[in-house]
């Protein structure tokens, strides 16, 4: 059974960081390109950041330069370091594990709250 068990999220002030982990079991983790998403009350999910099998990074316009994404392929783990947060950060955030040809996955979500 493929699980994605998301970490890390909270309130935090303006301005502060929080790093978000995603737990990955039941698949073969390094086979497939994992990314960060986010939905905020009332809006859309978003697509936040992925990064592929070979490594390569790709960040939506609104968090380049202030969020990370990594994985790290024995601890079956992807990470969003996110910094210089403010209001419009707050959202719940998901992980997804995506392969061509394959069922995409999902997690159940990590709050983050972005307030004074």
Known sequence: ?????????GLVQPG????LSCTVSGLTFSWYR???????PGKQR???AYINTAGSENYADPVKGRFTISRDN???TVYLQMNSLNSEDTARYFCNAKREFAPDYWG?????????
Do not use: C, F, I, P
């Open 1 to 9: 059974q493929v699980q994605l068990v998301e970490s890390g999220g």
């Open 16 to 19: 502060g960081s929080l790093r």
């Open 34 to 40: 994992m990314s960060w998403y986010r939905q905020a």
């Open 46 to 48: 978003e697509l936040v």
């Open 74 to 76: 024995v601890k079956n």
């Open 108 to 116: 159940q979500g990590t709050q983050v709250t972005v307030s004074s």
